[in-house]
């Protein structure tokens, strides 16, 4: 964070390597490494950063349904 309390860089990941073998286990993942991406089971594409507030509601959105869909 900067002195005004923003986010400057952010990595967001769901590691787990039972199900998802390739790119050490990542699952799920957004981050801001040169620009915003998101990775899905070895898939990266590019999205549309409207805030940190909004990708991490994404993430968590979409972690608990890959959670719900191969943990029950």
Known sequence: ????????RYSLAYINPLLFSG??????GYDD???????YFG?????EFVSFQDTLEKFEQ?????????CH
Do not use: C, P
């Open 43 to 47: 898939q990266v594409t590019a999205v």
């Open 33 to 39: 490494a040169q620009s915003a991406y998101r990775h």
């Open 23 to 28: 790119d050490n286990g990542r699952v799920l």
């Open 62 to 70: 979409e972690w608990r349904a890959i959670a719900h869909e191969y």
């Open 1 to 8: 964070m900067d002195k005004h309390q923003r986010v400057q």
